[in-house]
């Protein structure tokens, strides 16, 4: 406490700088936040936080013990680990790779091109991959070799995972590797220099300048993910899923919605977002350490 | 400069590799402007992609979204929101960026982990409501505006590009007798405009994109933002059974509606990304100011 | 966080039946007045100089923002402001965002003056509006409302619906001229040019579709019959001839029906099973479009209705027309087939009745400071002469009388110059008839001859009210007990069709549903439905 007050007294300028940012997030993110109480409620509306009923955690054990539970979050799981797999690294290496090119032209067209799917509504991406993927779609007939059978391909449990996740690589790996081309702009060109003279060549000096140069983005980027673990894209989901692919296709946000349809339940869904949450804070949390102990870069 | 037959290989596959992934990304928009210029019965019909429009070329899914009375006034209560809500989101966002990247502030770590606590943990709709209903910002512009100031992820963005600055600079600014706000005006935001264009970019698209707050907190139709407008004309006529079946006719167009409601939405915006991709140019700064 | 909720089905108020309005004088004025005047004296509200203003909160429609920018601009509200001298400000929240719109309102505790058609958006419904205590029991003021107490006490139908089990009347219920179902618009379309090609006459038997179905298949038609990816059509029409009824998809979730009384669920059920396997043999003999499982959206399922390889389809009658204007080279021509049946002449028992012409309306807000303004103004609805007016609105140019007496809209509104849809333009001139004459939105005899064949196969004996109300532990036990069981069944429904899960096991899915205690919920529904049955 004595050092925070010292630490004041020599920065004065920096606290009252840094004040309007703690007030908003007082303001808007934590008083807010007193809503979570909805979790361990049997929430009413018309009751509203002071009224309902205090139950516990009896929603969590509700969703839990809910036939489906286990299905669900391992669907989830998989999807986000999936895509931490295939569809973290893929910005980078086109950031990478567009960094390589000395074509300015080129350059650009191919980066404003590739942000494009960004911004399709979540509606006509699933169209598309809907139509492509019928029975008799272009994608069902081009694959249908390999896979030795036809037929609609969202109709198949095992197509699902491979479907959601190329289709959010498609759609996401330009706009996500704006960060990273920024991050490229930033390394110092003297280090080139340095590593030229040292007679380092283009791979050596991508492995030695550019990726240190930007590992600290990468880093940061990699536990913020961390923290969205348990979160998938729900409208995709919903859109592209049917009963027939439950099994690989259902997930914690899905579920919910359907058991919702009777419901309306804020207290339960609160609850499943709180475990969320939770789960996702933990990660956060557990790869903030680990980078804190093997390198220079840490949140918090 | 000599380039070996590795590297010009190496070369060429890049120049295919990301010739092949422009033409994927293309692929998607281009179908959509050609779905949204067809005729809603061939659209319907069609299974695969447009290289060109279905059938004849229509403007009826166009006319039927100016039709919409609310539109124009639409667009131009979003361009408020999103220049509103991107000068005092990047302000604010930078201010706090700046002040929670530099090493010497105690708490700033702390502070980080609470704020990124934020991130996660959210009340909800319900809660949310009611805080803009007690602050008394009830429909109006402030209520789209205030709440999402600052975005978490940017600011973890920006923080990570200024702790980027060689704290040298910092140091010699400060013996020449510089003030934390001169650093920051001076040499912090100079130097990371590269980071700077791009969160004004993201927190734009936020707000050019945003919605839901608005079916939230906007009671007005005259206030409302464009991509509630275009959800409405989407949406229309066919979110239940009863007046999706009496309105037939329109339920047949929702799928040329969908297309050209995209197109109108997202015109505006890739108009802008040309101007920020020039700061994206290497190293520009740092050589510059150092010495 | 958690965004989009369901948006349920909207109480609509269409009804039907012939309109036996009483005519205004001939040869009125421009606004429709009474005889003698008096009403419109009666209808001044507000002292002449002053102005009251009542807060509605009430669901959007199509008409706004194409026709009208907001609810004051309807043809009827305008006439009810001038007449009344009551303004309205009108809450009206983004379409589909109208359950969380009212959940937060709700919430926060500050409650317009009334509320219109909340019932639909709400979980419990009108009456979990009443029990929760967000609006007034209507019935404690009945003698303050005379013209709203005549209409309720007209019909023994009208009594059951409106008041709970507990004699509350949770609403300003509307309700149907002379207590008749609206014809249905919503049925079975079959190409009449493959029907012709194939040399087919219409099928009225499930075996006979079966022919039909194959003989197109043979044809090379890719999707004789459109299944949804539920794998049961909408609002159970075409499987009301198996004689049960099961989830009304497209307008509610109601997993049961009664025999004489009885709480039935379909899974349990005979019939249920021989759905799937005739389903699951069409499927396997390629009768069915095999990419019904991607129809999982309305736009989806329009846009299979235009597709040339359909052949037939549940869709709305309308969509005949629409499909033509859409395509006019294709020369597809639709016919409106029966309901399929196991042998000729049955009846089906399902879908639709006499008790959804009585829907909850208006409700006043157990807050409102102006309760006396409230009251009276909701009465002025059902007084005569705005009963009309907010049928056909009060412009005369738009409607005509027959010499029956009958009023029906004319030409400027079924062919309306700009081309709007006709339900937006009726909404734009008479938005909110409480007694509403049946099928002002059609002049098309032919979807009227159609809807009446739906009608003439149908005696409704199966459905349930959906007035049913239970009280809070038994929808506790209910949808704790039924969320599970309707999950696990529409996943089985479809696996059972796709030929994923093989009828062998079938006994042991049945069991499965019984042991996840579907005999509790049954029992608590019948307890509801016994307690409705003696209204």
Redesign the interface.
Known sequence: MKELVANYKRHKMIYWLTLPVILYFIVFSYLPMAGLVMAFQDF???K?FLGSEWVGLTNFVEFFT???FIRVTKNTLALSLLDLLFGFPAPIILALLLNEIKGRLFKRTVQTVSYLPYFLSTAIICGLI?DFT???GPLTTAIAPLLGKS??L??MPEMFRPLFVSTNIWQMVGYNSIIYLAALSRVDTDQYEAARIDGAGYWKQCLHVTIPGISSTIIIMLILNMGHLLTVN??KVL?LY???I?ETADVI?TY?????????D?GY??A??LFNSVIGMLLIITANYISRKYSETRLF | MDKSIGRRLFLAMDYALLALIALLCLAPMWHTLSASLS????L??NKSLLLFPAGEITFKGYSIVF????IWKSYLNTLLYVTGGTLLGITMTALGAFTLSRSYFRPANTLMLLITFTMLF?G???PN??LI?KLGLYNSAWALILPTMVNVFHLIILRTSFQGVPVSLEESAKLDGASDLYIFLKIILPLSKASIAVIVLFIAVMHWNSW?P???YI?D?AK?PLQ??L???L??????????????????Y??LI?YCTVIVSTLPVLAIYPFIQKYFAKGVMIGAIKG | ??????????A?G?STGSGDQPAPSNGSSTTPTVNNGDPAKLRRLVPEGETATLKVWRP???S???II??WNDTLFNKWMEEQTGVKIEW???????E???L??I?????YPDLFFDAGGVY?TGAYGLLK???VINVADYLDRLPNFKKQLEKSELRRIESYSDNKELAAFYRYSANDELATT??GILMRKDLLDKVNKEVPQTYDEWHDVLTAFKNAGV?KPFLLN???FP??NVFTGGLGFGYMNY??G?VPFYQVDGKVRYAPLEDGFKSYLMMMNKWYAEGLID??F??L?????E???????QSGSMVA?L??AK??K???PD?GLEFVAVPHPVVNKGDKIHIGGSPTTTVSAGMQISAKTKKLDLALQWADLYYSEDVIQAGNFGPDPSYYEQDAAGNIHFNDNVFANKDGF?I??MMTTIADYPVITVNDR?INDELLLKQGQMYDEQNDHAYTISSKLTMTDEESKV??SI???I???V??M???YI?G?ESFDNYDAFVQHIKDKRIAEAMAVYQTALDRYNAR
């Open positions: 009413s509306p018309r509203g809910s036939s489906n809907i019928g029975s008799s037929g609609n969202l109709g729900f409208e859109l049917n009963s027939a439950y946000s919910i919605y359907r058991q919702g349809i009777l419901n309306h804020y869904s609160t499943v977002g | 005729s809603p019965g061939a319907n019909a039709a919409n009375a609310s959210n909800g709709m319900i409501y009611i209903q839901f608005a079916s939230l009671a139709r409302y509630i407008i959800r409405e004309i949406i229309d006529g066919s979110t239940n059974m009863t007046s999706g079946g009496a309105n037939a006719s329109i339920t047949m929702k799928s969908k | 966080m958690m965004s989009m909720l369901i948006t349920a089905v909207l609509t269409c959007t429609h199509t706004i923002g194409t920018e907001k809450v009206t929240p983004v379409s589909g965002t359950a969380d719109n959940a937060m709700v919430s926060s505790g500050e979980p929760d205590g967000v618009w919503y890719e990816s539920t794998g909408k609002l497209g307008g979730t095999s990419d499982l991607s999982n959206s309305l736009s989806a329009f846009a299979a209705y235009g597709d040339v709305p309308s969509v629409v499909v204007q859409l395509n294709a849809a339900v937006d939105d209910y949808n039924m969320t599970d309707i999950d696990y529409e996943e429904q479809v696996k796709l994923i």
